[in-house]
């Protein structure tokens, strides 16, 4: 595994929930030396999953995944 686990801790099942119904906000940057992109990407949990799972991307790299909205 590379990357160190730093917190684990349990939850309740109607937070894992609203988590699973969420919409994602993920930032990617693209370090282009004349003109460096940003770019933000919103994403339900499915589409964050298959994105991710395909994800090779030579020089744009993630920075932050963060909950956009949540579903109640």
Same mark, same amino acid.
């Given at each position: 595994?590379?990357?160190?686990?730093? %917190? @684990? #801790?349990?939850?309740? /099942?109607?937070?894992?929930? $609203?988590? $699973?119904? @969420? #919409?994602? /906000?993920? =930032?990617?940057?693209?370090?282009? /030396? %004349?003109?460096?992109?940003?770019?933000?990407?919103?994403? =339900? #949990? %499915? &589409?964050?999953? =298959?994105? $991710?799972?395909?994800?090779?991307?030579? =020089? %744009?790299?993630?920075? @932050?995944? &963060?909950? *956009? &909205? *949540?579903?109640?």
């Amino acid at each position: 595994m590379i990357g160190l686990l730093i %917190e @684990s #801790k349990p939850m309740e /099942r109607d937070d894992m929930d $609203l988590y $699973l119904s @969420s #919409k994602y /906000r993920l =930032t990617t940057i693209i370090p282009l /030396r %004349e003109n460096p992109v940003m770019n933000v990407y919103l994403f =339900t #949990k %499915e &589409e964050l999953d =298959t994105f $991710l799972a395909g994800y090779n991307q030579y =020089t %744009e790299f993630l920075v @932050s995944v &963060e909950l *956009a &909205e *949540a579903v109640a």
